[in-house]
């Protein structure tokens, strides 16, 4: 087990009705005036937007509102947030909606409190040291950026995808109510689904071995989280299974399943590529490549493979056939992912074959040359992956 | 799943040598001057005393000391210490040992800023708004105070042993270096594992249902814990053993493991008065009390049981004899803890039968006549447990 922090200090509100406790939060956490940063009309359509600006009317907190936030969040927005907060003197920001605006509020958190470039923070010239407070009204269970200290924006003009982050950008409270992700369509919900079983992904396929209490907590969500997509298959309105989703969404990425452990990363990576590409859905392109990124590294470290196909999908175990074990895990994942109507292959994801020349590129500009500690990558592996992936 | 809010603010770094970070730590959270509060005489024979002082000293931080904290600590020290932290400006307190020298430490940071008694906060006269801030080096893997909110002191002249909690009170950071654990007698190791096998289980034992993902992240730490312990009997100073227990014992107590339920502490109540009139190790008490609790409690909810049976020690199904999978469950549980060298009998732990009665009212005067969510029982239910639990 490696040395590890964790520090996760947000307040996390959950449940029936919470959103009701809003004010009364934002009053608690001192903000006077507020940035309402959101995305289009589903927050207005489903009477969450009027229930907030009541609630903040009656706390007697300020409001300034930016709407327009898109999934894969651009910088372009982020610049005119960071630009009406100052205006505005804007002290507190907060995001309602999922995993875009929470990181672009974040985003205009960090860049608030800095004379240059936001963007710098993205090109890793400079680190966010300081940021304005945020909260959050969680309404689509994906990206876990409601208790991550992590956001990621692309940069239009250059269709980079890029994350950044710090601790001072872990939201100050976090109200998610399950309720609120019932009118989420199915393939959204199935798209945060492969968002959050990605993100343990990225943490459970380490180099560190020997975490076997984090391995467990890894697994028991896997598995909790793939219990309640079928259940949502058949009811929507199951408030158990909504349940299940939201809170092992957020707990997939706050960091408690990452301790003691080397994280990965490098399929969120290649994943990336494609957002920026195609305006692709996260979830929807993660589905694609983590098989490919499974089959891809299965041999360097059987052992993990065979021990997620038992642990999590069930396959029976057989020592002596220990990597066809692990591939019937890998194939249980994909049906998995077919079921709850993800693609699983770029071709049906919507990608072109004559673009992967152009992911590499763009690759290499965002992550480099080489990459990837579970295993150590090349542009050449990336390529290997991509075709891998593509039917 | 009940609507809840999980919050835990403490940053916890965790791992080798880790304690040499302590001055940077405290420079961060701003500390001044800090009490050093601690046991005995085991932290100056392991050199970790000198350590802490040196690193305080490096950072330039003044330091006052009150050491002597005992297991079960007791109000006296308590008041000692509020004087103490009063008379020298005092901002900060750093407790280094376990639970009880955590929450002595606790009981002080809340009485500095008490005009009245601190034990008005235990018998529930008045709540807890505010407290110095505080820090932990953990030493003893046990009671989980390290991450938690709450605080069990023993009135010295009545005998009485009661907790009380904040938020305000959850230390800001906690370093938990699983080598300090080595020279930890194995009585120790086995009461604190016990100890925090009993935060999980009154947190599982819930008369909730449908929380299935926190019941599996419970689960996964039991199991976790249960395999970790039998391999420090064969060598307590296995790191990886030592850093699962360390770490499972933190989290059995920061409230993740409790989401979404309403949580029990009968069996907690049952046993703190043992530890009160005995001055009985907690985990030994809790050794006896649990499996007693467990088999009077058995027929409340059969099906808990009988997953409880299955999922952690292993029983094999047999849905046509539930309550014998229970019960052997239960019988596992107490091979497991005789396995360890805990007592699971009160007259084992050194207990009079004769004392029953005096049990029984110091019970009524601290949690009342009638307790329990998960089954709710009187006195009368008590005194049988309790007799249960004789031989």
Redesign the interface.
């Known amino acids: 087990?490696?040395?590890?922090?964790?520090?996760?200090?947000?307040?996390?509100?959950?449940?029936?009705?919470?959103e009701k406790h809003v004010g009364e939060l934002l009053k608690h956490y001192e903000a006077k005036k507020v940035l309402l940063h959101y995305g289009g009309g589903s927050i207005k359509r489903s009477g969450l937007y009027d229930k907030v600006l009541k609630a903040l009317k009656k706390a007697n907190i300020d409001v300034v509102e930016l709407g327009g936030v898109k999934p894969n969040p651009v910088d372009t927005l982020v610049y005119e947030g960071i630009e009406l907060c100052k205006k505005e003197n804007v002290d507190f920001i907060l995001a309602v909606g999922g995993g875009s605006a929470i990181d672009s509020a974040k985003a205009i958190a960090a860049g608030v409190h800095y004379d240059g470039d936001f963007w710098d923070f993205f090109d890793r010239k400079a680190t966010i040291e300081t940021a304005l407070p945020l909260g959050v009204i969680l309404t689509i269970p994906a990206a876990g950026s409601e208790g991550s200290a992590a956001t990621v924006i692309t940069k239009e003009s250059e269709g980079l995808k890029r994350g950044s982050g710090a601790q001072v950008l872990r939201p100050k409270f976090s109200i998610i109510n399950p309720e609120l992700t019932y009118t989420l369509p199915m393939w959204h919900t199935a798209a945060g689904i492969v968002d959050m079983m990605s993100h343990i992904f990225e943490r459970y396929l380490s180099k560190t071995k020997?975490v076997?209490?984090t391995d467990?907590?890894c697994?028991?969500?896997l598995?909790?989280i793939m219990?309640a997509s079928r259940t949502l298959l058949n009811d929507p309105n199951d408030?158990?299974a909504r349940?299940?989703i939201c809170?092992?969404g957020t707990?997939a990425h706050n960091g408690?399943l990452g301790?003691?452990r080397e994280e990965e990363w490098t399929t969120h990576g290649l994943e990336h590529e494609l957002s920026a590409l195609y305006d692709m859905t996260h979830g929807a392109g993660l589905a694609v490549m983590f098989p490919a990124y499974m089959k891809y590294t299965l041999d360097e470290d059987l052992e993990r493979y065979y021990r997620l196909a038992i642990e999590v999908f069930g396959v029976p175990s057989n020592q002596f056939q220990k990597r066809e074990v692990a591939i019937e895990g890998i194939e249980r994942l994909i049906t998995f992912f077919k079921s709850i109507g993800m693609p699983t292959t770029l071709k049906d994801a919507g990608a072109k074959k004559e673009d992967i020349p152009t992911l590499i590129n763009t690759l290499e500009k965002n992550i480099g040359s080489t990459f990837g500690q579970f295993k150590k990558l090349t542009l050449q592996d990336a390529q290997k992956i991509y075709e891998l992936a593509w039917d």
Chains 1, 2 share one sequence.
Request: glycine letters at 6%; hydrophobic letters at 40%.
């Open positions: 087990m490696n040395n590890f922090r964790f520090y996760s200090p947000t307040e996390f509100v959950f449940g029936k009705d919470e020997d076997i209490l467990r907590l697994e028991s969500t598995i909790s219990e408030y158990e349940a299940t809170w092992a707990i408690i301790v003691g």
